[in-house]
């Protein structure tokens, strides 16, 4: 037998104290696993969800609701922007591509993105099956949408107004789909993607002519291409083919005059733009731009606060099993006394009495960090299942190299914990302890 | 011409001890042939206890010399000494003193462990089935009889081979016909094992067991 086998046989014969030591390593170790995971995945979806998108111009307001409004769909906008001073920046040389967002209805939370298909350019969008919309209403749906709701091309969906399910329904419009993104694991996954016109006509722009002056093409596709590829002559081509149309605000503004878009996703052409065209757009034009980076990375920092201070509570916890294991041990002491001078009329050295002691302490430990981390990670699945999240049991399988921290962490507690009871044991006097002096 | 001598498998010379309290001790002389079983007698308090362990190499002496086995036990260095005890010496305690996680093989195996042997399972059979214990192999100390305990405690001792089984009083609590088949088994173990019995006892019944004696407090 090995001092391991010699210590676990040794942790079974007091399961009360151990079992103690135990579950206080496992809770703490358990916090800071699913807040390690939890921070990860939102740091992230965070970096996942912005990939690409350098600036969002939008209404002026708060950066970070603009960000949230138009990134993460997890807020209502701050407004809306006119069209032509959108399309007049997307037309911008430090441009690259430029994506149209007309947001203001839902489907069962899943917010209804009117745009354009540089977006499925911008977030790798490929189809699972179907087809892209080609008219008015028709919508392509992400991959989470069609799981959740057991959504299939060719089904209809009623749209509800603002960014609630509860809100008004707007039942004499229904969206068709007509095809299913493949899963890309960001925001993407949980939109439904149709048309501007569907969202201007949704909300009140009545002009039956538009569709039949503008085909399908008009309204979708052509348009894209022309933002990111021809910002030249054929851009004010069609900024000329659309603008007599009769404009109506999508955010309830009707009869302005002007068509508006909630807001719009930028990416430069060279990064020589970074510093200059935020500027350009704050400062000559209504509108506001909002760098996702720097808004992340804000948002970010307000989430970590919570997360610190969960991170208190799991070292608090950490503490405690520490204190735990060591008051178990150091007692265990008094009743093993004669076990481990036995021991050393058997012929272990002082140095192997330490060990076996150690090796207790980092065993209880031990066990209890991996318990820790199975409670975390499935801890995890439960929070996302009845929060709705996407995350797989095999997600949540996934084990991150940081998690070895935490087990590190845990027999480093065991260890320091067993010291003084191990130093305890190394100088025990056999011969007293056996004359029972 | 050489003159024809056995090595002693004991010997005490000009052994000394002094208590922390301030107490001192002088041992008589000793010298233990290899087989000759050995008596320890004197009163409770008289210091057999610690004579045995300072002869099992668990208490170091102030003063003189004490060999075991041809063995200078205070001359080794402690690592040493403990794989020595281990090896060579073996100890019986009045309470049996197994270690209660584990079970009665267990307790076995650790014996050949820290002696530094490899784990002989058919040596501990052997040992178990001469001391009527194989059935028993697998349970826990607390599952045995107060007998069996006792058994298991010999075995034990006697699993690594040592040269000398040391015994501190090994019938003090027990009636006479369980103080005659201790004695009797532990003289079978002995001889079993080739090992020279050493006890301590305060107990008269013991001495019509073993001849040779050795009187604390008389030099000898």
């Known amino acids: 037998m090995n001092i391991l086998q010699i210590a676990w046989k040794s942790m079974r014969q007091n399961p009360a104290t151990s079992v103690l030591g135990i579950l206080l390593t496992a809770f703490g170790t358990g916090i800071l696993c699913v807040l390690l995971l939890t921070s990860r995945q939102i740091e992230e979806q965070l970096d996942n969800n912005s990939r690409g998108i350098d600036l969002v111009v939008g209404a002026k307001g708060s950066p970070i609701q603009l960000i949230l409004s138009s990134i993460y769909h997890m807020d209502n906008p701050t407004g ?8 007049t920046l997307a037309a911008n040389p430090m441009v690259k591509l430029a994506v149209p967002l007309s947001l203001g209805d839902n489907y069962k939370g899943h917010r209804i993105v009117g745009t354009d298909s540089t977006f499925l350019q911008l977030y790798n969008l490929a189809l699972a099956e179907g087809r892209i919309w080609q008219r008015d209403f028709e919508a392509v749906i992400g991959a989470e949408v069609a799981r959740k709701h057991g959504l299939s091309v060719g089904d209809k969906i009623y749209g509800a107004h603002g960014l609630s399910s509860e809100g008004h329904t707007h039942s004499e419009h229904p969206y068709t789909i007509t095809g299913i993104f493949e899963p890309v694991h960001n925001v993407a996954d949980r939109l439904i993607l149709a048309n501007l016109a569907s969202v201007w006509r949704m909300h009140g722009d009545n002009d039956d002519d538009h569709d039949h002056e503008h085909g399908e093409d008009d309204h979708d596709l052509s348009g894209v291409e022309e933002h990111e590829h ?6 004010d081509h069609d900024h000329s083919h659309e603008e ?86 150091y007692n265990a002491l ?37 318990l820790g981390i199975v409670i975390g990670h499935v801890a995890l699945y439960l929070i996302s299942a009845s929060t709705g999240g996407a995350t797989t049991l095999l997600e949540t399988l996934v ?13 480093s507690i065991g260890f320091v914990s067993a010291i003084i009871p191990a130093i305890k044991a190394y100088k025990t006097s056999i011969s007293q302890t056996l004359s029972g002096n | 011409m050489h003159e024809n001598t056995i090595t002693p498998v004991v010997r005490l010379n000009d052994v000394a001890y002094q208590y922390p309290q301030g107490e001192s001790l002088r041992f008589a002389d000793l010298e233990v042939p290899p087989g000759q079983h050995t008596l320890i007698l004197g009163d409770s308090g008289s210091g057999k206890t610690t004579l045995l362990h300072i002869l099992s190499g668990l208490l170091k002496p102030g003063d003189g010399t ?12 402690a690592r040493k000494l403990d794989a020595f005890r281990g090896q060579r010496i073996g100890l019986i305690f009045q309470e049996a003193h197994l270690v209660k996680s584990l079970t009665i093989k267990e307790n076995l195996q650790i014996a050949q462990g820290f002696a530094g042997a490899k784990i002989n399972n058919d040596r501990i059979n052997e040992v178990l089935s001469l001391l009527n214990l194989v059935d028993k192999a697998n349970n826990y100390p607390s599952k045995l009889s107060r007998g069996q305990l006792q058994r298991a405690a010999i075995a034990r001792a006697v699993i690594n081979r040592p040269a000398i089984l040391v015994a501190d009083e090994p019938t003090a609590s027990l009636d006479d016909r369980n103080t005659s088949s201790v004695l009797e088994l532990l003289l079978t173990q002995a001889e079993e094992h080739h090992a020279t019995l050493i006890v301590a006892t305060h107990d008269k019944r013991v001495k019509t067991r073993i001849a040779h004696a050795y009187q604390m407090g008389i030099k000898q």
Do not use: C
Not at chain 1, 80 to 87: F, G, H, M
Not at chain 1, 230 to 235: K, R, S, T
């Open chain 1, 80 to 87: 809306n922007i006119s069209l032509r001073e959108a399309q």
């Open chain 1, 230 to 235: 021809h910002h030249g002559e054929q851009h």
């Open chain 1, 244 to 329: 007599p149309q009769l404009v109506k605000s999508i955010m309830g503004d009707i009869g302005t005059g002007e068509r508006e878009i909630t807001s719009m996703l930028i990416q430069y052409r060279n990064p020589a733009a970074i510093g200059m065209f935020p500027r350009l757009v704050n400062q000559s034009t209504a509108m506001q731009a909002a760098s996702p980076a720097i808004e992340s990375a804000r948002l970010f920092a307000l989430l970590g606060i919570g997360i610190d201070s969960l991170q208190v509570l799991a070292y608090v916890i950490m503490l405690m099993a520490a204190l735990s294991v060591f008051i178990s041990l």
């Open chain 1, 334 to 370: 008094k009743s093993r006394k004669y076990d481990l001078a036995i021991m050393r009329t058997l012929g272990a050295s002082q140095g192997k009495l330490f060990g076996i002691v150690i090796a207790e302490g980092i065993l209880l430990t031990f066990v209890g960090a991996i």
């Open chain 1, 399 to 411: 084990l991150l190299p940081q998690e070895a921290w935490l087990v590190l962490i845990g027999v």
């Open chain 2, 66 to 77: 004490v060999q075991v086995d041809g063995q200078q036990l205070y001359g080794l260095p």
